[in-house]
């Protein structure tokens, strides 16, 4: 209601103004035509100065002294019919006057009505993040959250084979429940046919297992399936595990994004903004989450006060229009097997010309997809001897090559 209030008397001080200057005819203490009189006056003078010291001949003079005694008359005579007022008529200044108030009052506040937020109460900083401190208080548990999401669309069933094997797998853990590779294998491959709570119980398990030498993409990794499991809804569990990555590797990708989805849940659009703006500007362009948070970043920013251009997308390499119309008339087992032609180009390219740490780890974790997991352990091996010597690059690397299930 103050807003109101402020912008009805805003819009009445200037009508006040305006009508003021209707009123009296002029904006000064003289009429307009009184000032020119003024001014001709002095232009007179200046004509006989100019004389005196031969600037101009008296010919000139006198022509000049001709042409501003008749401004000087004409001024005279204009001032003598407007009086004090300029003339100004009185009742067409008064229809001004309610015109101008019409515009600005009615017109502002329909203005508002119609793309502002009537009603909306005010929102001062401290209220703000006193609302998100309730929010982080009142966050759902993740079981919690996965009771109140939406049932899981139905997956593909697996190939005999595969069936087979995860049922190996199941067994030698249930056997063994304590081994990290096979639990690291479970839960991957369990998140792959949908199963994501067992996915869950599998990398709490390992991250159990292995402690304190856990690192950053395996509770990244846990957090990744507890919001998957609750349609992407960050619960308290999956915070607590995007911390602890984050604590481990500040730069962790996957943590990042997700720690972003939670502060624009809990109504910090602005402490999201900083957190995808720089983990758009330190991603590779073909990161999983890149088109997400490019989607996201314009509202975040409007919401954050902050005026900002999302950037131009960076040239990557990839299938142009004609290798993505092909794939699409292709059945399954030749679309795989062009898929397979891909990644060996991408292979021997790597193997001849080098390439960067994101490359080198899609390519482990694409023959990890492809099921060819003793080419990834390959591939894997030769890259920990590339990238020796920078542990940045190799961190990325052994992403992909966990992402295959060839390293922990």
């Known amino acids: 209601m103050i807003f109101w209030i402020l912008t009805g008397a805003l819009a009445l001080a200037v009508s ?107 929102l001062p900083r401290a209220a703000r993040l006193a609302a998100s401190n309730d929010a982080r208080a009142e966050r759902l548990s993740q079981a919690e959250a996965e009771a109140l999401a939406l049932p899981a669309p139905p997956q593909p069933a697996p190939t005999k084979e595969f069936a087979a094997l995860m049922d190996r797998l199941r067994t030698a853990m249930h056997d063994n429940p304590d081994e990290p590779r096979g639990l690291m294998l479970l839960a991957r491959n369990e998140a792959m046919l949908g199963n994501t709570r067992a996915a869950i119980d599998a990398q709490s398990r390992l991250i159990t297992v292995r402690g304190p030498a856990a690192d950053a993409d395996e509770h990244a990794f846990l957090a990744d399936l507890m919001v998957t499991a609750a349609h992407g809804y960050v619960s308290t569990e999956a915070e607590a595990a995007l911390r602890t990555a984050l604590e481990r590797d500040p730069e962790n990708g996957a943590a990042r994004y997700y720690l972003g989805l939670y502060l624009a849940q809990v109504g910090r659009p602005d402490a999201a903004f900083r957190l995808w703006d720089a983990l758009l500007k330190d991603s590779a362009a073909d990161a999983p989450w890149m088109p997400l948070i490019r989607d996201a970043l314009p509202d975040l920013a409007m919401m954050a006060g902050v005026t900002y251009e999302l950037p131009p997308l960076p040239d990557t390499p990839g ?90």
């Open 16 to 122: 006040a103004a305006i009508g003021a200057a209707l009123l009296r005819g002029r904006v000064g203490d003289a009429p307009p035509a009184a000032y020119d009189i003024g001014v001709y006056r002095d232009q007179l003078r200046e004509v006989e100065r100019d004389q005196a010291r031969g600037v101009i001949t008296p010919t000139e003079a006198g022509r000049i002294r001709t042409e501003v005694s008749r401004r000087i008359l004409a001024a005279d005579a204009q001032l003598q019919r407007g009086g004090m007022s300029g003339g100004q008529p009185p009742v067409a200044g008064r229809i001004v006057i309610v015109l101008a108030t019409l515009v600005l009052v009615g017109g502002s506040l329909t203005l508002y009505r119609q793309i502002g937020a009537p009603g909306y109460p005010d």
């Open 319 to 408: 299938p142009n229009a004609a290798d993505v119309e092909a794939a699409a008339e292709m059945n399954s087992a030749d679309r795989t097997e062009m898929i397979r032609g891909m990644v060996a180009q991408l292979s021997d390219r790597l193997a001849n010309e080098g390439g960067t740490a994101e490359e080198w780890a899609r390519l482990i974790s694409a023959y990890g997809v492809l099921g060819e997991t003793a080419r990834a352990a390959t591939i894997w091996d030769e890259a920990q001897e590339v990238f020796a010597a920078r542990p940045e690059a190799l961190k990325t690397v052994r992403a992909g090559a966990i992402r295959a299930g060839v390293s922990q």
